[in-house]
């Protein structure tokens, strides 16, 4: 087991929104089954998953990062539910986002920068969401997955101006705590 601590690097959400879809969550608890919430200050929606990194690699992630400091600013639309995996117990509950050529340029460079720094390529496909719940517990299911679907449909605009490396510290709540901020220009 390694020691290491673990990272991804993000689009965070902007307080606006961070409260409004903690208030899905907290109206969805009560009609979903899951072990883990997030925290509202945990929302995000992540570019990279990195994983354990040792100091001189993130040192080194960090510098090659600000290359994307030169793209700019832009909006996208947030909202909607959907899940990943089983229909009948999905294992992540999400808000969707707009999956826009700006996002799929900022999310190729945050690829190919960690990839100089020798970080894997992500192979499956990019499927940008903001995760709500996660971890299918047995129990309550108070409404079909397509009532809350249609349900949950209202959608707001995030204006993606800083991408972020966050920390991850698992016994916490938040669980995560940004190290590096850039800025969109």
Known sequence: MSNLSHYFIAIPLDHALKDYFSIWQDSLKEQLSYKEWPHKQDLHITLKFLGPVAPETLKGLIHELKTIEQLKEFE?????????????????????????????VLQYQVE??????????????YRPHITLAKKWAEGRNNG??????NKYNDQRKLYVNEVVI???????????EIIQTYHLS
């Open 76 to 104: 996208l639309t947030v909202g909607t539910i959907g899940t990943f995996g089983n229909p009948l117990k999905p294992r992540v509950l999400w808000a969707g986002v707009e999956k826009t050529d700006e996002l799929v």
């Open 112 to 125: 190919e920068c960690a990839g100089r720094i020798g970080f894997a390529k992500e192979n499956r496909e």
């Open 144 to 149: 079909s997955l397509a009532d809350i679907k």
């Open 166 to 176: 966050y920390q991850i510290f698992p016994s916490r709540s938040p669980k995560y």
